[in-house]
């Protein structure tokens, strides 16, 4: 869950550059002693409570080409819908779960990897559920303002269908953009950039 920062201004935007690895996941780039491992990199222990399920993500540019530099972050809730955050007041979240993970995409294959839980629902402000969901947020050379989107499961059918966030979506058949493929215990979600698969992206 997001925390309030309305006491602070935006900083301006620019783009990340080809420095953002090296600044957020200097392991995968070959720059050891800062930290013993990435921040982000690992989500689960063996206490951690839920369904583990592995994403296999991909960022793909206008042509379909996979970005080979590209940093995911993700946020989502744990097994039983609860936030590992401060602002979390309905309950104490999986203590053994961040909510939480970074990975870059591979140099080669453009692929980037989580090894997660499959998310509780979570209340909208009315009350309604919504259905179970990861917050992502893409960043990558050329991109100036990080890229704000959210992963669906296929496997959740009914959810989806009463999910208040897929309701708003206009053009319906931009809603598959959203929605990850289950492939036994994997869900593959492929983020189009532009053009005519383009994910649908959030202003916040």
Same mark, same amino acid.
């Given at each position: ?75 989502? =809730? ?52 919504? =259905? ?73």
């Amino acid at each position: 869950m997001a925390q309030s920062l309305d006491r602070l201004k935006e900083s301006p935007s620019q783009t990340a550059g080809p420095y953002v690895h090296i600044g957020l996941t200097p392991n995968f780039c070959g720059i050891g002693g800062v930290y013993a491992n990435d921040l982000g990199s690992t989500m689960l222990n063996g206490e951690t409570k839920g369904e583990r399920i592995e994403l296999r993500i991909r960022v793909l540019d206008g042509t379909g080409t996979p970005l080979k530099d590209a940093l995911i972050e993700i946020w989502q =809730a744990d097994a039983n819908g609860l936030y590992n955050s401060p602002s979390e007041l309905r309950g104490a979240a999986d203590p053994n779960f961040p909510g939480w993970g970074r990975q870059p995409t591979d140099m080669e294959t453009g692929v980037c990897l989580f090894r997660t839980i499959k998310p509780g629902r979570v209340p909208f402000r009315d009350g309604r559920l919504m =259905a179970p969901h990861i917050t992502l947020w893409i960043v990558a050379r050329g991109i100036n303002v990080g890229l704000h989107t959210r992963l669906y499961f296929s496997d959740e059918e009914k959810a989806n269908a009463e999910d208040p966030i897929l309701a708003r979506i206009e053009h319906r058949l931009r809603v598959p953009t959203l929605i990850a493929e289950r492939r036994g215990d994997t869900y593959v979600f492929d983020i189009h950039l532009q053009g005519e698969k383009e994910t649908v992206f959030f202003d916040s």
